[in-house]
């Protein structure tokens, strides 16, 4: 059984940085794609970023392309969410969830944190 737990979210002021990390264990997490969704109050889940096992990754071109950066540390099963320039549209909870290998876009992961808020004051 994979469990994920996420940190590193808390209260920014617009323009400032955060980042949010995805702690994994059991599995083998290598072989884990990874992806990041967020979701704000009264609005369905969106997908952010994920990154695939061989370290391919993916935005959500609109939102966050060019602000937030998503990498791994597999000796450290762990996947990092750089979040830069921070918005005030981008406060929300946070998820990380895992699936095998492959990225998607959509919330048809097999395992899920659950959640680290992320606020953004303007």
Same mark, same amino acid.
């Given at each position: 059984?994979?469990?994920? =737990?996420e &940190?590193?979210? @808390?209260? =920014?002021q617009?323009?400032? /940085?955060?980042?949010?990390s995805?702690a994994? /264990?059991?599995?083998?997490? /290598?072989? $884990?794609a990874? @992806? ?10 969106? $997908?952010?970023? *994920?990154i695939?096992g061989?370290?391919?990754t993916? #935005?959500?071109?609109d939102?966050?392309k060019?602000? $937030? /950066?998503? &990498?791994?540390d597999?000796?450290?099963?762990t !996947?990092?969410l750089?979040?830069?320039?921070l918005? %005030?549209?981008?406060?929300? !909870? #946070?998820?990380? *969830?895992?699936? @095998? $290998?492959? =990225?998607?876009t959509? %919330?048809n #992961?097999? #395992?899920w944190?659950?959640?680290t ?6």
């Amino acid at each position: 059984q994979v469990q994920l =737990v996420e &940190s590193g979210g @808390g209260l =920014v002021q617009a323009g400032g /940085s955060l980042r949010l990390s995805c702690a994994a /264990s059991g599995g083998t997490f /290598s072989a $884990f794609a990874v @992806g990041w969704f967020r979701q704000a109050p009264g609005k369905e889940r969106e $997908f952010v970023a *994920a990154i695939s096992g061989s370290d391919d990754t993916l #935005y959500d071109v609109d939102s966050v392309k060019g602000r $937030f /950066s998503i &990498s791994r540390d597999n000796a450290k099963k762990t !996947v990092y969410l750089q979040m830069n320039s921070l918005k %005030p549209e981008d406060t929300a !909870v #946070y998820y990380c *969830a895992a699936r @095998g $290998f492959v =990225v998607s876009t959509m %919330p048809n #992961y097999d #395992y899920w944190g659950q959640g680290t808020q992320v606020t953004v004051s303007s």
